[in-house]
């Protein structure tokens, strides 16, 4: 008989969770809701990779989100003595390399642009938001407690990447970027 781990434990029925060195923490702890944010806009690229091709842009989604588990078990790791499952400096450069691939295929914005065009666009658009929140999240732990900088420069140049990825996407379904009329 094949046993299998159940997916709730009652354990954090009392308001608190576990970290990755298994001390407990309410909750609403900044660290939680730090890495809350991070699983929230993996399950975002998560949507946006049901609805890409087999294009470099699946590739790349696919890769961020192997990457966020990395940044998520980063912010779960209070311990800054315990160097396991750290985000990168080679994580960041990734994503820097990608924008740089990628915005040499298109065209220079001269005006704000608004969310939406494709529906790919969109979802990428909204995880582009997440990733900020994400970002402010993160920051804001920063400033309570030691954690390693790379996690927030990574969702920053994440942003970024998503921001690119979603022009990319219009382009590559030949509907216009919306331009912002103030």
């Given at each position: 008989m094949i046993s299998f781990m159940k997916i709730y434990t009652k354990t954090g029925d009392g308001g608190k969770t576990s970290l990755f060195d298994n001390s407990r923490v309410w909750k609403s702890n900044n660290r939680i809701i730090s890495y809350g944010a991070v699983d929230e806009l993996n399950s975002a690229i998560g949507i946006a990779l049901t609805l890409e091709g087999n294009t470099i842009l699946s590739k790349v989604l696919s890769q961020i989100q192997n990457n966020l588990f990395v940044v998520g078990s980063d912010l779960a790791n209070p311990d800054m003595e315990n160097q396991k499952i750290r985000t990168t400096k080679e994580m960041i450069e990734y994503l820097e390399e990608c924008i740089d691939r990628l915005e040499n295929e298109l065209t220079e914005l001269d005006s704000f642009i608004l969310p939406g065009g494709s529906m790919l666009s969109s979802v990428l658009h909204l995880a582009r938001t997440i990733a900020r929140r994400a970002e402010t999240h993160v920051?804001?732990?920063?400033?309570?407690?030691?954690?390693?900088?790379?996690?927030?420069?990574?969702?920053?140049?994440?942003?970024?990447?998503?921001?690119?990825?979603?022009?990319?996407?219009?382009?590559?379904?030949?509907?216009?970027?919306?331009?912002?009329?103030?």
């Open positions: 920051v804001a732990l920063s400033q309570e407690e030691k954690i390693t900088e790379n996690a927030f420069v990574y969702l920053n140049r994440l942003s970024d990447l998503l921001f690119v990825m979603a022009r990319t996407a219009n382009k590559e379904k030949n509907v216009k970027d919306i331009i912002w009329k103030p």
